[in-house]
């Protein structure tokens, strides 16, 4: 990633930089990023001074109110504002520090994790610089420049989950039915390969929460075995924290986790209690953040009166908490979840949907998951991976997908009087279903507002209700399924 | 390695607390077991009352045999045979991915994961049977009270090699317990020593199912029967059954994880 | 009754042959045990010169022979089932269904038998070749095993099942079968033949059922004892046979009062 200031001189209330990113086979992505620097006081800004060094970590950097800069997270949510005074007033450097007040603030963080730093394109005008915590040290000579010196390490974010034409094929022997079909499969068996993961490519960036959405055998759960660590991909390279996850080492086993639901890794007749400290010995968490992280898990999944019983007497909802927070015993800093609600109640799922929201929000642990319940990935999902028959389908942000592939609107029309005549109605659009009084219509996206306009004109007072929607989210994932094309987002 | 031994002991603490709360079913197990090794001891006394040497052991020696395979197959059904059993269930239910998700060896935390803590007491019992044999032996020297404790951990390594090969099989079938069963089933001629048994028997007992070997051998060490090269015998055939299944049982995970062979 | 077990049984063997296999192992399970006492009373025997009492080698080889048929066909294991069901409330169906639950474990008891006799005649067979047993034998030995070993294996269902009935007040019932078995192993003629017992343990052995169920059908078969002998000892195990069945009426009628009453 380069980073070049394109206006020279800072007086601006803004700064435009460019940020390059080198993908690698000659492609390169490069995007114009504008900071806004909101000065606080009225002060005059010194323009004379230029860039000059800052001074090295820990030399006399006041906290005050100063120079505001918008320091957040990955998504809309998380912003939260950095206050910064510059004693020698450059915007630019206020970035920096906002940046190195981030990194302090983790440093103050219990749970030690690698750090990564990623600057992103911008939104409303902002520069966001998504970081996870610690940050080690930033480059200061050329502050705007990200650069590796000698007990400075800037890094420049790497993503955390990065695959390559991944892909798994299993040998499966066929065999049919009936007694002379099983001595024929004795001399000579028929077999057959099935590409459960047929290629795939994606890269996930720290902190985000990422949904795969398939159809049963689409190769979701496969691909998560892959990046875990369960299974060897038959071609293809996967890494994840920067380590190949199925040579298993044990750093790479201890900076991540995998829950499947309704599968649960606790002994049936202890208490969950003691089965965490059997995982805080195979995961040597020593004692002050085994009881910190504890506490934490304790009080976000409401689990006081769960942890003394033997896990057998608990029922199914409990268990599946008691198992997360098994599972997320030893912080780690990705997690991969398998149907995590599944079989659950419907108050239960979205305790839990709660619980992986706030822990990613906390920690900024990077949250892979499979479902088959809409309602998780819209809740905690802001990109989704979409696979079928082993290849990826669509990879981008979730309300795109509606639109890509679903252009069109659902109208539903309540009449008063109980007759709903077709005649007329069909002229507006496609019409889905006709209960009583009660018309639904499809309509292309672009014209939705005109024809809407349109039905509430002619129908004037037989019209008792109107509502314009987007399509429902299984429509649209439906409509991906049968679709034959593969779409990759840009 | 004293990782290793921090957890194993975390292991069996854990599941004592668990049996210590069924005070009552712990010392009905008790009892179980003791009524069990008191009827085989008078099995024993019974076969002697007709005859003062069999096969060339005497009372002193047949008893400590007896307590030998009390010790044997207590431990294996003090960790191994729980153990194992969970081994399977997590094959067959597609939990085993939880322990090769661990940063520990997961062939330790799968094979000596589960202890069924109230068969020290059989182990005990079996202790004191070798005992109460011993003093009817007249000397004890030093090579024999020192190689009895070798061969008997080089018995349990036997045993577990055994098993560990044997519930290799269930990454490829699955469901392998009817093995297992007659495994253990195998296991009962333990309380004879292994020259009793005509030809075929006794050699599957030394070789296929070591039951033979790993209780007869430290009975035979303790009553001076064997001497060193013996049982540098067994130490190098213990050793070598322990990699060779341990190598078995990781190609078997390879299998499992898809690994190109 | 004749059509319900021909139904019952229809269903049971179609059951059964789902797990062939295991059966077959358990049979085996079974063998293992006597080869291995008479591998070692034959070492006893051979220090002593050949002979211990009545018995040479060979003698041993027949009655060990004899006794692993009469194990399989006079075994039952319900007091574990038992407990399983009553724990796990499957009882209850089958107690409101107009047929005694009993008749179940009936069936399944015969299925199990049949399925194993062939492939247990066959190990047998080799056993005996192995071991070059003497079988002393007459036709009218024969004639007197058939009724012998039906009631030895009626005896050792009633017993089963006035075990097993212990489900009822007790989770226990492991252990007791356990403590139950044990005494079996001792007085029923495994370890050794009867009458090899020595003295006060023979006598004891007389007086309780255990020997009634294996040792006793075992000589005959071996042709061991003589007729008279014979009809002496299955005097005996009718007796057992009407005590237990008494027992049996008596304990199931209270603790299936028992059960209802705290709600099945």
């Known amino acids: ?490 | 390695m004293v990782r290793y031994f921090r957890l194993l002991r975390l292991f069996f603490r854990t599941e004592l607390q668990y049996e210590l709360e069924y005070r009552l079913n712990l010392l009905l197990e008790i009892l179980q077991t003791a009524v069990v090794t008191a009827t085989s001891v008078g099995a024993v006394l019974v076969l002697f009352t007709y005859t003062t040497v069999l096969n060339g052991w005497d009372l002193g020696a047949m008893l400590v045999l007896l307590g030998c395979f009390y010790l044997v197959q207590g431990f294996g059904e003090l960790v191994l045979q729980p153990s194992f059993e969970k081994f399977m269930e997590h094959v067959r239910l597609g939990t085993l991915d939880f322990a090769l998700l661990k940063p520990v060896s997961p062939q330790f935390l799968v094979t000596l994961r589960h202890f069924q803590v109230v068969q020290l007491a059989q182990m005990a019992l079996g202790a004191i049977v070798v005992a109460v044999g011993l003093s009817r032996i007249p000397s004890v020297g030093t090579f024999e009270a020192v190689g009895f404790p070798i061969a008997l951990v080089c018995g349990f390594a036997l045993i577990y090699a055994l098993l560990l090969a044997l519930s290799t099989f269930a990454f490829w079938f699955v469901r392998v317990d009817n093995l297992m069963a007659l495994y253990w089933s195998f296991m009962d001629a333990g309380r004879f020593p292994v020259d009793v048994y005509p030809g075929w028997l006794r050699v599957t007992l030394s070789s296929a199912v070591p039951i033979g070997v790993a209780v007869t051998v430290p009975a035979q060490v303790i009553a001076g029967r064997l001497d060193v090269a013996g049982l540098g015998l067994l130490v190098v055939g213990s050793v070598a059954a322990f990699f060779l299944a341990s190598w078995f049982w990781r190609l078997g995970l390879r299998s499992y994880t898809g690994a190109s062979a | 009754m004749i059509r319900i077990y021909r139904a019952l049984l229809v269903a049971q063997i179609q059951a059964a042959s789902q797990y062939r296999v295991q059966s077959i192992l358990w049979m085996l399970f079974a063998v293992i045990r006597p080869v291995i006492f008479l591998a070692a009373w034959v070492a006893v025997a051979n220090a002593q010169g050949g002979q211990i009492g009545a018995y040479d080698v060979r003698d041993f080889a027949a009655y060990y022979v004899a006794l692993s048929l009469v194990l399989n066909l006079a075994t039952s294991w319900n007091a574990y089932e038992f407990e399983f069901e009553v724990r796990m409330g499957r009882l209850s169906p089958k107690l409101l269904r107009p047929l005694h639950p009993i008749h179940y474990a009936v069936v399944e008891n015969i299925v199990w038998k049949l399925t194993t006799i062939v492939p247990l005649t066959i190990v047998l067979v080799f056993v005996s070749i192995t071991f070059d047993a003497r079988f002393r034998t007459t036709p009218a030995h024969l004639i007197l095993f058939v009724p012998s070993v039906l009631l030895a294996a009626v005896l050792s269902f009633l017993t089963g099942w006035v075990l097993a009935t212990m489900a009822f007040w007790t989770t226990r019932v492991h252990a007791l079968s356990t403590f139950w078995d044990r005494a079996g192993f001792i007085f029923a003629g495994q370890i050794a033949p009867l009458a090899l017992l020595p003295g006060p343990l023979q006598t004891i052995s007389l007086a309780l059922p255990f020997g009634y169920v294996l040792g006793v059908p075992a000589e005959i078969l071996r042709g061991g004892v003589n007729v008279n002998t014979a009809l002496l000892l299955m005097a005996g195990q009718v007796i057992w046979v009407v005590v237990f069945y008494i027992a049996l009426q008596r304990v199931w009628r209270v603790g299936i009062k028992q059960y209802s009453a705290v709600g099945a």
Not at chain 1, 54 to 62: D, I, N, Y
Not at chain 1, 213 to 233: D, E, I, R, V, Y
Not at chain 1, 462 to 469: G, K, N, Q, Y
Request: include cysteine.
């Open chain 1, 1 to 490: 990633m380069s980073l070049e200031v394109l206006d020279p001189v800072l007086t601006l209330p803004f700064v435009r930089l460019r940020l390059a990113e080198d993908l690698g086979s000659g492609s390169l992505r490069a995007a114009e990023v504008r900071v806004d620097v909101i000065d606080v006081h009225d002060d005059p800004i010194d323009d004379e001074r230029r860039l000059e060094p800052l001074p090295r970590e820990g030399a006399g950097l006041r906290v005050t109110s100063g120079t505001l800069v918008r320091v957040g997270r990955m998504t809309d949510q998380n912003l939260r504002p950095v206050q910064v005074e510059d004693d020698v007033g450059h915007r630019s450097s206020a970035i920096v520090k906002a940046l190195q007040l981030a990194q302090a603030e983790h440093l103050g963080d219990p749970v030690g994790r690698p750090s990564r730093v990623l600057v992103r394109e911008h939104r409303n005008h902002a520069l966001f610089c998504h970081y996870s915590p610690p940050i080690a040290h930033f480059a200061t000579n050329d502050a705007l420049a990200w650069r590796r010196e000698r007990g400075h390490h800037a890094a420049v974010s790497e993503p955390v989950v990065e695959v390559k034409a991944l892909r798994k094929t299993f040998r499966v022997t066929e065999r049919e039915e009936g007694l002379a079909a099983t001595l024929r499969s004795f001399v000579r068996r028929r077999r057959r390969d099935v590409n459960a993961v047929a290629g795939i490519t994606f890269r996930i960036e720290p902190g985000e929460v990422v949904g795969f959405l398939g159809p049963n055998g689409a190769g979701k759960t496969t691909t998560l075995k892959m990046l875990s660590g369960l299974l060897h991909p038959t071609a293809g390279e996967a890494r994840v924290l920067g380590y190949t996850p199925w040579r298993r080492e044990n750093a790479y086993l201890r900076s991540m986790t995998l829950l499947m639901g309704n599968r649960t890794q606790l002994v049936w007749d202890i208490p969950a209690a003691d089965s965490f400290r059997v995982l805080q010995e195979i995961y040597r968490i020593p004692e002050e953040q085994f009881r910190r992280t504890v506490g934490e898990l304790t009080e976000l999944l409401e689990l006081a009166e769960l942890v003394r019983k033997p896990v057998r007497n608990l029922s199914l909802g409990e268990r599946m908490k008691v198992e997360f927070a098994a599972g997320l015993i030893h912080s780690p800093s990705v997690a991969f979840l398998d149907e995590p609600t599944i079989g659950l109640d419907i108050s239960m799922q979205a305790r839990i949907r709660r619980f992986v929201a706030e822990y990613n929000r906390r920690t900024g642990a990077t949250i892979l998951l499979t479902s088959h319940y809409m309602d998780d990935v819209v809740a905690l999902c802001k990109r989704v991976i979409v696979i079928h028959r082993g290849l990826l389908l669509y990879d981008g942000p979730l309300a795109d997908l509606a639109e890509r592939m679903a252009p069109y609107k659902i109208i539903t029309a309540t009449l008063h009087d109980g007759t709903a005549s077709t005649a007329d109605l069909d002229a507006y659009g496609t019409v889905v279903s006709r209960e009583e009084g009660r018309v639904v219509l499809r309509v292309d996206r672009q014209v939705a507002p005109e024809r809407t306009a349109r039905l509430v004109n002619d129908l004037g007072d037989r019209l008792a209700d109107i509502s314009v929607e987007d399509p429902p989210i299984e429509e649209v994932i439906d409509r991906v399924f049968t679709s034959e094309q593969a779409m990759v987002s840009a």
